[in-house]
């Protein structure tokens, strides 16, 4: 059975969401609007409390904040501690 990977090993994805709406200063209504999505896809987008993302849904949002996809998300490397 295959295990998932975990944060430990490969790091973090988040979503850029919020921070770009905001800097648009859309409300998540206008944000859902502009996207083609519903208010609680996007709630959940804007929220990071989305895990994942369908292709059509990613091409409304980077429509609707005029960005790439690479532009939504955060890679966010582990942490190595010093030994």
Not at 22 to 47: C, V
């Amino acid at each position: 059975m295959l295990s998932m990977p975990d944060q430990e090993t490969y790091g973090e994805v988040r979503l850029r969401v919020s921070e770009l709406v905001d800097q648009r200063e859309l409300s998540i209504q206008e944000f859902a609007e502009r996207a083609g999505i519903a208010y609680g896809t996007a709630l959940g987008l804007y929220r990071g409390a989305t895990t994942r993302i369908d292709l059509e849904t990613l091409a409304g949002v980077c429509h609707a904040l005029s960005v790439s996809p690479g532009d939504i998300f955060d890679h966010r490397y582990p942490t190595v501690e010093a030994a």
